[in-house]
């Protein structure tokens, strides 16, 4: 029986050297490291949205009549205030050639008020002349009918006369009233008329279909013939050298925006090329819907590549801020999940630690929690590790890996 213990005893402490042998033998797994460190990195917020024309208008008759002449064709350019269509205003023109007469009548009128008032200005000077002369005499025949030096015939001939110049210098006063009255009248007269010629100019230009605002000729409603009625489109005008980007952000990202904001998108048909643009307008309300803030970022389109109704793919640029960071490559995560982990090195040995991700931007990324600065994150190796594995870090430093 004591042979049996001794047997079973040496049995065990050959197969506990065996585990510590192997123990010693495990061999530490090279892998390459770097240093969580507090970084600047860009803020960013990435969104989809839908281009828009950043001016689109349909354009309306103010008449009623038919379509004399047609301008435009589809994809035709057009600037503020070109004609695109004109519509048939003979009746009208008839009234402007009416009323250009009527203008003229007014003004000749003007011109004979005026000859007349000239003709009684030089009556009243000549009555006026008459009558100084006529008072002149009238005061010496009375002195002389007082000295009985004339007889009272004669004193009755200049005192006649003298009231003949005085009635003869009323008279020319009254018509040269009448003469200004007369040129009042006339120039009322012809501003009557030009206010009548001004408003068929006015009903004429209403004739004549003028462009909005610039931009391209998108659609076209009606052909050259056509009745026409302020009910019925003409044209619509999409402006297109600059367009509108309409999206929206998450209620979590609303601190981070702001008017002037740069942003950067792509689109599908041009997927190697980068637009740019501003924030401009932010909604003041969410959707209760989707707790989502509405945005308009505005860009330059020149080229006219953009088009409206496009999908886009927009970066908006936050700013900058200090964060603690780490390189993607080091980043694992669990299959089937969103749940990311890495491997830091503590003594020599891998250790597991689960991250919580923020901001990416290159190569970097943010972590928010599971690491501290100063920590030694393992980059290159890490797929064969587990915790407590120990390990050998390769000679690679933070700053050539980011």
């Known amino acids: 029986m004591r042979i049996k213990e001794m047997i079973i005893c040496c049995v065990c402490l050959i197969h506990l050297l065996g585990i510590e042998v192997s123990v010693a033998k495990e061999k530490a797994v090279p892998v390459e490291v770097i240093e969580a460190k507090i970084q600047k990195i860009e803020q960013e917020i ?4 839908d281009i828009c024309a950043f001016n689109q208008v349909v354009v309306y008759s103010k008449v009623n009549g038919v379509i004399e002449e047609l301008k435009v064709e ?16 003979n009746m009208e023109l008839s009234q402007k050639a009416q009323a250009e007469a009527g203008v003229a009548a007014a003004k000749a009128t003007i011109q004979q008020a005026k000859a007349q008032k000239n003709v009684a200005l030089a009556s009243l000077k000549q009555a006026e002349a008459q009558l100084e002369l006529a008072k002149l005499e009238k005061e010496r025949i009375t002195q002389l009918f007082k000295n009985n030096t004339v ?10 006369k003298y009231k003949v110049s005085v009635a003869t210098r009323d008279l020319a006063e009254a018509n040269l009233k009448a003469a200004e009255a007369g040129i009042i009248a006339a120039e009322a007269a012809l501003q009557q008329a030009l206010a009548q010629l001004k408003q068929i100019e006015i009903r004429i230009q209403d004739y004549y279909i003028r462009a909005p605002i610039s931009g391209i000729i998108s659609k076209r409603f009606v052909d050259e013939g056509a009745m026409d009625s302020p009910q019925q489109p003409i044209v619509e005008i999409t402006q297109m050298d600059k367009v ?10 609303i601190a981070l925006i702001r008017p002037g904001l740069s942003a950067e998108f792509n689109v599908e048909s041009y997927p190697e090329k980068t637009f740019t643009g501003k924030v401009v307008l932010i909604d003041p309300t969410l959707d209760v819907h989707t707790r989502t803030m509405g945005l308009e970022i ?42 990311y982990y890495v491997f830091k090195v503590v003594n020599g040995v891998a250790e597991k630690v689960n991250v919580t991700l923020g901001v990416k931007k290159g190569n970097l990324v943010e972590i928010t929690s599971g690491l501290e600065p100063g920590d030694i994150v393992v980059v290159t190796g890490q ?7 120990p390990v050998q870090i390769s000679p690679l430093t933070a700053e050539r890996k980011q």
């Open 46 to 49: 990435s969104v989809t949205g």
């Open 74 to 89: 589809k994809g035709d350019r057009v600037k503020k205030g070109d004609v695109l269509a004109i519509v048939e205003h």
């Open 151 to 160: 007889s009272k015939q004669q004193y009755d001939e200049v005192m006649a």
């Open 244 to 253: 509108k980007v309409i999206t929206e952000v998450a209620e979590k990202d």
């Open 298 to 339: 505005h860009s330059e389109n020149p080229e006219l590549l953009l088009k409206p109704g496009m999908f886009a793919h927009l970066c908006i640029k936050a700013g900058e801020r200090e964060t603690l960071c780490i390189t993607q490559d080091a980043l694992m995560r669990l299959p089937g999940t969103g749940v």
């Open 383 to 389: 797929g064969v590790l587990k915790t407590g594995t």
